[in-house]
């Protein structure tokens, strides 16, 4: 189970917390998977940058994260328990280890390792908290820090799992201690990782947690009957953006593919990596509400699609994007124009969210990020290919992608012509259409000014 940090934000979320692991002990063997509280890794990352600007205020930064936790600490536990005094001796260690890192910060060159260090600190503490807090329930339990327990590649900020090697880590260390003692709860930090070879610390990027519960779900599934719960804000995914959509309904069940869908265009509930990873391993997963954990209302993912006589699963869009054409009078093959585009792309960090190529061969259009529109602008305008004598270059940054999503649009006959017909209909301009051979959604590129509508007008037409 993975608690995030809107589930962990101060003491009454604590004790809901506790509740809710008390609903399943006894039923099931319990790995917990916990953030940093709320707002605390946005602390340490103001902390690492002040003190590589050697600025005054990074003091203060730190006795506010120690004032917080200590406040938790006092609010959760009788001071005259155990429990209390080791955490207490484990917030004033860690806070004098990141002073110490601070000062080390000053005397050698910054760097996004010393950085992955200084915020792994936040589910450390924040884990070692609820550890301490469920012993003094009643509730056996034992700290894990998940450096001890899972390998990554060393791309530090962004490392992705070593699956095989965190596998054979964890039936080593964990395993026989869920075989031993089944009744005892293992808390684990989430969202951090080490390498392989030098055990340095990293983070697995945006959703780590998520994707650090998944991990270990994968690690464990020969072993155990495993399924993961991530326990969220929200009842589960909906079939359309509830701020945009005038009406939307909880998706009960829905396959891996087809979430991996949902969170690439827009849905940010769970990161599409870490459902990939409990898609390899077969392992079903359930969205539940932190708020309401007795609820039959939340989302089953399962590697297999489910049948319920809608093709369409939902409807979703990317608000901002900019759209970049490039157009030529000759007939230059794109084969190689479109690898040598991709490659300049990617070699300055430039992510395409979708393609649309002429079949004239002589235009290719892509979406990218609004935010790198002017980077796009430049690299190719002072390209000696693109920019100075082959190609006209046309960038628009006021469009929107919208896409109806589920399996086996591509083979159901009259979504593409329903798509097209409902927003004409409704005097929506289809700019450009991307449809991947996934088989999973059919993309339309439109104005900006148009996508409310257009969430809207496609939602009646296909969910309702």
């Not at 916990?34 to 946005?42: G, H, N």
């Not at 998940?146 to 990554?152: A, G, R, V």
């Not at 827009?266 to 390899?280: F, I, Y």
């Not at 790198?372 to 046309?394: Q, T």
Request: glycine share 6%; net charge negative.
């Amino acid at each position: 189970m993975k608690f995030g940090g809107s589930c962990l934000q101060d003491a009454r979320s604590y004790t809901q917390t506790a509740e809710i692991i008390r609903i399943y002990i006894g039923k099931s063997r319990l790995v917990i998977v916990a953030s940093a509280m709320k707002d605390i890794t946005d602390k340490l990352i103001d902390f690492y940058v002040k003190t590589c600007n050697e600025d005054l205020g990074c003091e203060s930064i730190l006795n506010n994260i120690n004032s917080i936790h200590r406040k938790l600490i006092e609010q959760l536990m009788n001071f005259e328990s155990i429990e209390y005094e080791k955490s207490i001796i484990f917030l004033k260690k860690n806070i004098e280890e990141l002073t110490q890192l601070g000062h080390v910060i000053k005397l050698i060159r910054p760097s996004i390792e010393i950085q992955d260090l200084i915020i792994s600190y936040g589910e450390k503490l924040s884990t070692f908290i609820l550890t301490q807090y469920l012993n003094s329930l009643g509730i056996k339990s034992k700290y894990f820090p998940s450096n001890e327990l899972i390998l990554t590649d060393d791309n530090f900020g962004n490392a992705l799992p070593l699956l095989n090697d965190t596998e054979a880590l964890i039936n080593e260390d964990l395993v026989p201690l869920l075989k031993s003692e089944p009744d005892l709860t293992s808390c684990i930090t989430g969202f951090f990782a080490s390498t392989k070879e030098d055990k340095k610390i990293t983070t697995l990027g945006r959703g780590g947690t998520d994707l650090t519960a998944a991990i270990i779900a994968y690690s464990l599934r020969n072993i155990f009957d495993t399924r993961v719960i991530y326990w969220k804000d929200v009842k589960g995914l909906l079939d359309a953006d509830p701020k945009i959509s005038k009406k939307t309904s909880l998706l009960k069940q829905i396959s891996y593919i087809e979430a991996k869908e949902l969170s690439f265009f827009g849905t940010k509930v769970l990161h599409p990596l870490c459902l990939d990873v409990s898609e390899k391993g077969n392992v079903p997963s359930e969205i539940r509400s932190f708020n309401e954990p007795d609820s039959d209302e939340f989302t089953t993912i399962t590697k297999e699609s489910v049948e319920d006589g809608n093709v369409i699963k939902a409807i979703t869009s990317i608000y901002k994007l900019s759209m970049v054409t490039l157009e030529s009078d000759t007939m230059i093959p794109l084969s190689g124009t479109a690898s040598k585009l991709f490659s300049l792309l990617g070699d300055n960090n430039v992510n395409l969210v979708f393609i649309s190529q002429s079949s004239s061969e002589n235009n290719i259009t892509f979406g990218i990020d609004f935010e790198d529109s002017k980077k796009v602008s430049f690299l190719l305008r002072n390209s000696d290919l693109f920019g100075k004598n082959w190609f006209r270059i046309k960038i628009n940054n006021d469009i929107s992608l919208v896409a109806v999503i589920g399996a086996g649009v591509l083979h159901t006959p009259g979504i593409a012509g329903k798509v097209f017909t409902t927003l004409g209909n409704n005097n929506i301009n289809i700019l450009a259409i991307a449809q991947g051979s996934s088989e999973l959604n059919f993309t339309a590129i439109i104005e900006r000014k148009d996508c409310v509508k257009a969430i809207n007008v496609l939602y009646d037409a296909f969910i309702i």
